[in-house]
């Protein structure tokens, strides 16, 4: 299986610390790590001849699935949001990168992706990838909370509050599962919309934790000059690369947040930054598009 690299929290100040899980591994970073893994061990152990799964055309789960499949020798199949994008390969860094690490390119249109958890186009699918193991967009599912349940370790018992950014739901559900009661886990959605809530109550066995809904930054994949300056210069103070998607909003959130006085001066806060960075390339093709400043 994929082998884990162990990391060590990284001090910012004296009330916020962050976690590197991105380090973890070379190529399968952060959380999509801990959501493959078990998902993985299952496919192999079960003899499936491939894995299937589904993303956009910037998606960390591909990327990380396909770099995965590579390591681990075994074929994967990204079914892909999106015809147009067929033409897009060489000039979109994550299918690029995906396609070179041997994954099968499905793209299907947007309304047929809309699909991809009806059991019936699922058994369509799989009449063509016969005997793959199947992973929902984004990777979350059972086995994907238990991985994320080691993302904290006896050594992070001593903060108060646990903070990650939320797309699926499936990391923060791992965080909160293993948490203490005692501790506040604080999601920062990179999506509008309230739907999130009842995905990650599916999975949670603990009320420990709310969501910081003011950071989406117009919603997902959105980003503004306030959101890429506040990267760049978290980037040139501690030498640690955010992602636009993701980790960069929930940071932005925690700054605000100590600043305000809503995470309470006192506080032991840790920050999860699950990764992501894959996405800055492609980020940074399209704020050249517009003339704007990019990630550096």
Same mark, same amino acid.
């Given at each position: 299986?994929?082998?884990?690299?162990?990391?060590?929290?990284?001090?910012?100040?004296?009330?916020?610390?962050?976690?590197?899980?991105?380090?973890?591994?070379?190529?399968v970073s952060g959380n999509k790590f801990r959501k493959l893994k078990y998902n993985l061990e299952t496919a192999l152990l079960e003899n499936y001849k491939g894995i299937l799964t589904f993303g956009g055309a910037?998606?960390?789960?591909?990327?990380? %699935?396909? &770099?995965?499949?590579?390591?681990?020798?075994? /074929? *994967?199949?990204?079914? $892909?949001?999106?015809?147009? +994008?067929?033409?897009?390969?060489?000039?979109?860094?994550?299918?690029?990168?995906?396609k070179s690490c041997g994954m099968h390119l499905e793209f299907v249109s947007r309304s047929a992706y809309k699909s991809k958890t009806d059991p019936v186009y699922l058994e369509q699918l799989l009449i063509t990838?016969?005997?793959?193991?199947?992973?929902?967009?984004?990777?979350?599912?059972?086995?994907?909370?238990?991985?994320?349940?080691?993302?904290?370790?006896?050594?992070?018992?001593?903060?108060?509050?646990?903070?990650?950014?939320?797309?699926?739901?499936? %990391?923060? &559900?791992?965080?909160?599962?293993?948490?203490? /009661? *005692?501790?506040?886990? $604080?999601?920062?959605?990179? +999506?509008?919309?309230?739907?999130?809530?009842?995905?990650?109550?599916?999975?949670?066995?603990?009320?420990?934790?709310?969501?910081?809904?003011?950071?989406?930054?117009?919603?997902?994949?959105?980003?503004?000059?306030?959101?890429?300056?506040?990267?760049?210069?978290?980037?040139?103070?501690?030498?640690?690369?955010?992602?636009?998607?993701?980790?960069?909003?929930?940071?932005?959130?925690?700054?605000?947040?100590?600043?305000?006085?809503?995470?309470?001066?006192?506080?032991?806060?840790?920050?999860?930054?699950?990764?992501?960075?894959?996405?800055?390339?492609?980020?940074?093709?399209?704020?050249?598009?517009?003339?704007?400043?990019?990630?550096?």
């Amino acid at each position: 299986m994929l082998k884990i690299k162990t990391i060590e929290n990284i001090r910012l100040n004296s009330q916020l610390a962050l976690k590197p899980d991105y380090l973890i591994h070379p190529t399968v970073s952060g959380n999509k790590f801990r959501k493959l893994k078990y998902n993985l061990e299952t496919a192999l152990l079960e003899n499936y001849k491939g894995i299937l799964t589904f993303g956009g055309a910037y998606s960390n789960h591909i990327a990380a %699935t396909a &770099a995965a499949g590579q390591e681990l020798k075994i /074929p *994967t199949v990204g079914v $892909i949001r999106g015809e147009e +994008l067929i033409s897009q390969i060489d000039s979109n860094p994550t299918l690029r990168y995906a396609k070179s690490c041997g994954m099968h390119l499905e793209f299907v249109s947007r309304s047929a992706y809309k699909s991809k958890t009806d059991p019936v186009y699922l058994e369509q699918l799989l009449i063509t990838f016969k005997d793959h193991y199947v992973i929902p967009e984004g990777g979350t599912n059972e086995l994907a909370i238990k991985g994320c349940e080691e993302i904290l370790t006896e050594k992070d018992h001593s903060f108060d509050i646990i903070c990650c950014a939320v797309g699926t739901g499936g %990391t923060i &559900a791992g965080l909160i599962n293993g948490s203490l /009661p *005692t501790q506040k886990i $604080i999601g920062f959605p990179a +999506l509008k919309g309230h739907f999130i809530k009842q995905d990650i109550c599916k999975f949670a066995t603990q009320s420990n934790w709310e969501l910081c809904e003011d950071y989406h930054f117009g919603g997902y994949a959105k980003v503004d000059s306030k959101l890429i300056n506040f990267m760049n210069e978290f980037k040139s103070t501690y030498n640690i690369p955010l992602d636009p998607v993701y980790t960069a909003k929930m940071m932005y959130g925690i700054f605000e947040g100590i600043r305000s006085g809503e995470i309470p001066k006192r506080a032991k806060v840790l920050a999860i930054h699950t990764g992501g960075l894959q996405g800055i390339d492609g980020m940074n093709l399209r704020l050249k598009q517009k003339n704007l400043e990019e990630i550096i």
